[in-house]
């Protein structure tokens, strides 16, 4: 028994969860490994003995098609895919049915076309949404890139034939032929051709004299991407997107380094360093890469999708060489600071690391639809129950009166005519006689509704990006009601929340804050560096640190950055840095004396700047359009700060070699450092400091400058200063709250001969063949000793406009909101700071891969933060927890951070909420294992809010499926990128936002917009409304019909059973089609819970639709029940008051047609009033709708009663003369009417009056006082409220304007406000380590290619000079003069 229930219920869930994609879509398996050959001809093992290619050696195309249907399987699949509806199998039975002639009632034609026509409306409503994906996928696919072509070259490697009419994957496609190198091309002449810089002379020779025959030297075709090959030779230029997975051969910059943005695969904002394939750098030109000179061939692994794994070998003259990700440009990254890239192709199309991490486009049904069916089965079973009861009483009935000789039942009893078969034939019957019970026109009644929704939400001018010119567009029609049920959002960073640039803000410099000028002039500023006009520059001089800001729109021949007087605003930052009382105190700091009062804070200024200039690794070029100096930077955090530093007066002008070049306030003439080594920035270091020496006759020192996190910075500063400390502490902590991102600066004089000791150690280390990190560590540890504080930095990462206050009014409807990043850790709490998504009494518990098990840290993190709440009891895990001895040796302590630790012992009760923040690596530990997983969801549920951090694509999709499998709510996911699109694939519902990292989200999502505000009003007041419509439409639909079904119902008790139709039956054919399809229309069009302004300005009133209130099994079964009272007085009341006495005056009996079209009137009548009772917003449209229908009932009644038999034969010739004369019509119709719809409207009239709702009473306001501001009165309301509106924290623009104004004036505010105990912390649960957050973020790239590169240069330096050349006598110790500006001014005074 239990074996069979086993197999039964393995069964039920393979049925349950079928996907009709599945049984579409294409499953290659898994890959196997590859050999790309070039040059050379494939060998004779990669063909079968017929010559033809063997199927393993044909790689796919470069094709990405994101749509559903092919012209071959839309037919199927679409029809799998609406036969997945219960009622639409019921229609096509019923229809079938009719097409015996014992079941006939009027033509088989006509009963089959109702069917006929929802299926082909809501497959030409599907195939229009699929023809718009075809449409952007080719957009996508036929992007051009340049590849190699002419001078005889032929790439051997087979690739499968496009996709060319949507039919791929049905029609088998021919094998490409065997193609030989030595077989050779023609290229025909075309407009696309381009030459190499060397070829230059003889392409415009080609343009002006070639002909379709020249073209025959190598050169560069620009070419489809759909028709790039494995094994092509491509050519990609500054900022133009990789087409597919390539292998570098060379790039246009030294050393062949090559520069690429990641943040449409990871999410983030800095660039990647990748250098080439040190065996194929001689191929930078199109003629060397096509000389069969130079053969060689590629061993790829399998195709894989690991984002940051990738393993291959080049083989070429006998030698062998590695290939790994850094030499690797992933299809769906953009090409940076780099002017052009050779590689060739090694995975194309769905083999590439982005798609294979991206799934198939699923057929989403939305959840209303889904709770349909069960309806529709529960109207099943009462309609099976209804035709057993006819058939059994019909033959009960026959068998009894056949015996007693009832003449009608002559002959009833032969094979095919006795009381069993008649009974059998009546339960048939009676399924068509009530199939109305199931309405066919609900299902295109919803399509069209749901199709006016989409409409309504495209001319939505709030939601219209008149920047862009673009509108939200729903690209999924049937999902609108979804959008009213949203539980949880899953959204993106990178391009999502953010604009991915940098401001700098403001900073602290010895105690005091530079807030920056007020921002009036800031979005013109944006505007004019964003747009297509000329960018803004600012020019400099020697004399001052502030210069006016002009345009330069001439074109001078500048040789190099040295002679610039004009510093350009840098890619990724969006405004120049103005302050003018910093712009007082610099002026004053250039004239002070030596000993004079403002000679300290003239230091720490030229300090803070220098750092702010010569620790980083920006590179300097000279924008040929401006003349100006522009900074090329890894990371727009590197650019923000040097572009500030410029700002003032501080210009970094480049590098020459180790020598780096600053122009100063401080000193006239350009300073010379030369840098010595650089300590990189890594997540564990969380610092970076550069060691410089002064090139200069009167000061050659040593200094130490570095940058870094404020508990590291803070925790290696000299004793003494509390007071300075104390300060920047309290200004980092206003700067964190305000969202943004600190760094903390110091500086650090280093003696020549301490150097030489810590230079042979670093060198040391530097070689080490064992534990080479660790011991690099600690030698850089060793120097980065007693530094002096300098002051801090603030920079804000720019959100989408109205990011906070969404999020902020999001969580306020009850939405929790997780962010999915591939950015690291510190930028996504940053993030999460500045969006609101993390308040500022949230306390943050960090989860990550590490040495400590990822099950031990949440274990440890539920029993730490919430031991009450079950979580470790309910799912069994207790005793899966950590032994006393392994927790103990892993206690949490606390981190003492200056002179103030506001972090107690009781961190697990405190007042504020809980935000998780879980890296991609602890995930890999997580999800697979199911213990793991669904502790990691109740962890994650009894926190507000989750931040995932370096995630993978895939992982993304997982998290999703994670909340959506485990909880059953419903899930939205946003984002912009293609590494969002599994993510938006996976979500109940897809948003796509249409920003700058292409259109690959867009193509996959089920709702593009321009702005993640937007989602505010898509949610809230479309999605709102759209499901209130839809579930109230939904159960009147029902309704309406229930009460038809019951009327007929109640006539079998007269009819003998029979199935017999008391209406006439052209009166219930028409009767979803036009007496009653108009109101319920109505309320799905034009029905408003309440108005659009109100739902915007209260937020909670969301939770109506979270919770499920307008569509239910509860209300279907209130609205049926509703139904089946109102028809027992329209029967009775009615069949009663006609057969007492005749209605008619010449004394006759009645016929049947004159009281039952009676019922139809008071039917239709109450039917219509009911749904305009359930209407909570009457408006001329409504009014049309609900009556509409009764309109056109009367005119058809007396039009249809009226044709004689001369035209065409009816029951119902003349049946206006006794219906509309007759007393007991006009009686009844008021009569029955009210009779019917009185519970409803007393129930109604309760609720107003006696136990009005939110709705309700808004709705109340907004018809008493119609003119007053629904924001307003929400603000009062909140102010009753202080807790609640504390918890909404605006953006970030506007806290800063309650930033105070001078430190020195608000300082004991400010330490009185940072030790409030009630203050939030951050544990990291894989170190035991609690800290309070005060901002730190930096983004730059670890361990890259470039920062490779400029380590072994420094490194052959130092070889080849082992000693640091002679040095004068350092002048007396000078511990607070950082540099020797205002020591040589005072000289040149002496001298003057």
């Known amino acids: 028994m239990a074996k069979y229930r086993s197999s039964v219920t393995a069964l039920y869930n393979k049925v ?54 092919t012209i071959i399987t839309f037919l199927p699949r679409n029809l799998l895919e609406q036969f997945r509806r219960i009622a639409n199998i019921f229609f096509a039975f019923i229809a079938i049915l009719q097409f015996f002639p014992e079941f006939s009632t009027i033509s088989p034609g006509l009963v089959i076309i109702p069917i006929l026509i929802v299926l082909c409306i809501t497959a030409i409503k599907d195939g229009y949404e699929d023809v718009k994906r075809h449409q952007s996928d080719r957009h996508v696919n036929h992007s051009q890139v340049r590849v190699l072509a002419g001078g005889d070259w032929v790439n051997p490697n087979l690739n499968g034939r496009k996709s060319r009419t949507f039919v791929r994957g049905i029609v088998p496609r021919r094998r490409p032929k065997r193609q030989d190198v030595e077989a050779g091309s023609t290229t025909k002449q075309d407009p696309d051709i381009e030459y190499d810089r060397a070829d230059s002379m003889e392409e415009v020779e080609h343009h002006m004299f070639g002909d379709a025959g020249e073209n025959i030297r190598p050169h560069w075709h620009k070419t489809m991407w759909e028709d790039i090959r494995v094994g092509d ?148 079973a009462i309609l099976a129950i209804m035709a057993v009861v006819c058939g059994i009483a019909d033959s009960q009935i026959e068998a009894v009166q056949y015996a007693e000789g009832a003449p009608w039942l002559y002959g009833d009893d032969v094979s095919n005519d006795n009381p069993r078969i008649n009974g059998l034939i009546t339960w048939a019957f009676a399924l068509i006689t009530f199939q109305n019970i199931v309405p066919i026109s609900l299902y295109i009644s919803i399509e069209f509704v749901k199709t006016c929704q989409a409409l309504f939400i495209y001319f939505d001018y709030d939601i219209f990006y008149v920047k862009k010119n673009q509108p939200t567009i729903a690209r999924s029609y049937n999902l609108s009601d979804d959008l009213g049920q949203i539980e949880y959002i899953f959204s993106d960073k990178t391009g999502t929340l953010t604009q991915n640039s940098m401001v700098f803000r403001e900073c602290s410099i010895a105690g005091t804050v530079y807030h920056g000028d007020p921002e009036e002039d800031e979005d013109e500023d944006i505007k004019k560096t964003s747009g297509n006009s000329t960018d803004i520059v600012r020019e400099t001089s020697n004399d001052s640190s502030y210069a006016s800001t002009s345009v330069r729109g001439d074109d001078p021949a500048v040789l190099s950055a040295a002679d610039v007087t004009a510093v350009k605003l840098s890619s990724g930052v969006l405004k120049h840095f103005r302050d003018e009382r910093l712009s007082q105190d610099l002026a004053r700091a250039v004239e002070a004396e030596p000993d004079s009062e403002n000679a300290a804070q003239a230091r720490s200024l030229n300090g803070f700047f220098s750092v702010l200039a010569l620790c980083h690794t920006v590179l300097t070029a000279v924008d040929p359009a401006t003349g100006a100096i522009e900074y090329k930077a890894q990371s727009p955090d590197e650019a923000a700060l040097v572009q500030a530093a410029a700002d003032v007066g501080f210009i970094f002008r480049g590098r020459e070699k180790e020598i780096l070049l600053l122009q100063t306030p401080f000193s006239k003439e350009t300073e010379r450092y030369e840098l010595l080594n650089i300590l990189e920035f890594t997540s564990a270091r969380k610092r970076m400091s550069v060691i410089i020496k002064k090139l200069d006759e009167q000061d050659g020192r040593l200094f130490l400058l570095t940058k870094g996190a404020d508990n590291v910075i803070f925790e290696r500063l000299k004793a003494g200063g509390d007071d300075w400390k104390r300060t920047t502490e309290a200004h980092l902590e206003d700067f964190a709250n305000a969202g943004l991102r600190t760094l903390t600066l110091a500086y650090k004089v280093i003696q020549e001969d301490e150097y030489e000791a810590w230079s042979e150690r670093y060198h040391e280390a530097s070689t080490a063949l064992e534990d080479r990190e660790d011991k690099i560590e600690a030698v850089c540890n060793e120097i980065e000793q007693e530094l002096r504080l300098l002051g801090a930095t603030a920079i804000e990462d720019r959100l989408q406009d109205g990011v906070p206050e969404t999020i902020a009014d999001l969580k306020v409807a009850g939405i929790k909101v997780w962010v999915a990043t591939g950015d690291k850790l510190e930028t996504a709490i940053a993030i999460g700071r500045s969006t609101n998504l993390i308040a500022e009494d949230s306390n943050i518990i960090i989860i990550r891969g590490s040495d400590r098990p990822v099950e031990h840290q949440m274990i440890q993190a539920v029993e730490e933060f919430f031991p009450d709440s079950g979580i470790l009891d309910q799912h069994g895990i207790a005793s899966k927890s950590p032994s006393t001895e392994s927790t103990s040796a892993f206690p949490m302590r606390r981190l003492s951070l200056g002179v103030r630790d506001i972090v107690g012992d009781d961190n697990g009760n405190r007042p504020g909420g809980f935000v998780l923040v879980i890296d991609g690596a602890a995930l ?55 590494n969002d699109v599994s993510m938006i694939q996976a979500a109940d519902v897809g948003v796509g936002i249409s920003g700058e990292e292409g259109l690959q989200a867009v193509n996959s999502s089920d709702y593009a917009i321009a702005q993640f505000r937007f989602l505010k009003k898509l949610l809230l007041v479309h999605g709102h409304w759209s499901y209130a419509r839809n579930g109230i439409m939904i159960v009147n639909f029902f309704y309406k019909n229930i009460v038809c079904i019951g009327v007929l119902w109640w006539f079998q008790i007269y009819c003998g059973w029979s199935s017999a139709y008391a209406f006439e039956y052209t009166y219930l054919l028409f009767w979803n089609s036009f007496w009653t399809i108009a109101p319920v229309l109505g309320i799905g069009l034009f029905d408003r819970i309440v108005d659009a302004d109100v739902l915007m300005a209260f937020p909670e009133l969301y939770r109506y639709g979270r919770e499920r209130t307008w569509f239910s099994m509860k209300s279907f079964l209130i609205y049926m029940l509703d139904g089946v009272i109102q028809s027992v007085p329209i029967y009775f009341i009615i069949t009663y008051a006609y057969f007492t006495t005749t209605s008619r005056t010449d004394g006759y009996g009645i016929e049947l047609y004159e009281y039952s079209t009676t019922m139809v009137f008071a039917t239709v009548i109450a039917v219509s009033l009911f749904n305009g009772l359930n209407t909570n917003v009457w408006t001329a449209w409504v009014f049309f709708a609900v009556f509409i229908g009764i309109i056109i009932l009367w005119i058809f009644t007396a039009v249809y009663d009226a044709i004689s038999p001369g035209w065409t034969v009816t029951n119902v010739y003349g049946n206006n003369y006794y219906l509309f004369t007759s007393a007991y019509f006009w009686l009844c119709q008021p009569l029955v009417i009210a009779i019917a719809l009185l519970p409803r409207y007393l129930y109604r009239a309760w609720q107003l009056g006696y136990a009005p709702g939110d709705l309700e009473m808004l709705r109340y306001i907004r018809k008493t006082r119609p003119d007053l501001d629904m924001a307003t009165l929400r603000s009062e309301s909140t ?92 002048p007396p110790k000078r511990s607070l003069r950082l540099f020797s500006s205002l020591r040589r001014k005072a000289t040149l005074k002496k001298d003057d």
């Not at 196997?32 to 195309?61: A, C, M, W």
């Not at 894989?1326 to 790239?1341: K, M, P």
């Open 16 to 69: 349950v969860n079928f996907n009709v994609e599945s049984l579409f879509s294409r499953h290659p398996g898994p890959g196997i490994p590859r050999t790309v050959f070039f040059n050379q001809n494939l060998p004779d093992s990669y063909f079968d003995p017929k010559g033809k290619p063997k199927k393993e050696h044909v790689y796919p195309t470069n094709q990405v098609i994101s749509s559903k249907y």
């Open 233 to 380: 030779f491509v050519k990609i230029m500054n900022d133009e997107p990789i087409p597919a997975d390539l292998l570098i051969c060379a790039t246009s910059e030294d050393e062949n380094v090559a520069f690429v943005e990641t943040k449409n695969l990871d999410g983030e904002t800095n660039l990647k360093s990748r250098n080439a394939c040190p065996a194929l750098t001689d191929l930078h030109t199109a003629a060397s890469c096509v000389s069969t000179l130079n053969p060689f061939t590629i061993d790829c692994d399998r195709p894989d999708t690991n984002m940051y794994r990738f393993n291959a070998t080049v083989t070429r003259n006998g030698e062998k060489s590695s290939v790994d990700v850094q030499t690797v440009l992933l299809r769906g990254t953009v090409l940076r600071n780099t002017d052009w890239v050779i590689g060739v192709v090694l995975f194309t199309g769905a083999e590439t690391k982005i798609v294979l991490n991206s799934g198939g486009t699923p057929s989403k049904r939305s959840r209303v639809e889904k709770q349909i069916n069960p309806q529709v089965l529960a109207n099943l």
């Open 924 to 978: 890999d530990h997580a999800l697979p294992d199911d213990d793991n997983k669904a502790l990691l969801l109740r962890l994650a549920t009894q926190c507000e809010g989750v931040i995932c951090c370096r995630v993978s694509p895939l992982q993304k999709a997982l998290v999703v499926k994670m909340v959506k499998d485990g909880l059953h709510v419903m899930t939205l996911a946003i984002g912009d990128g293609a």
């Open 1279 to 1370: 102010r009753s409220k202080p807790y609640a509106s504390s918890r909404r924290r605006t953006s970030s623009h506007m806290s800063r304007a309650s930033i105070a104004c001078s430190s020195a004036d608000n300082l004991s505010l400010d330490l009185r406000m940072a030790q409030d105990p009630r203050g939030a912390s951050r544990t990291d649960m894989s170190t035991g380590i609690r800290s309070v957050y005060r901002g730190f973020d930096f983004a730059t790239e670890e361990g890259g290619v470039a920062m490779r590169r400029m380590q072994t240069n420094l490194s052959e330096r130092r070889q080849s000079s082992r000693n640091l050349p002679s040095i004068q006598q350092s």
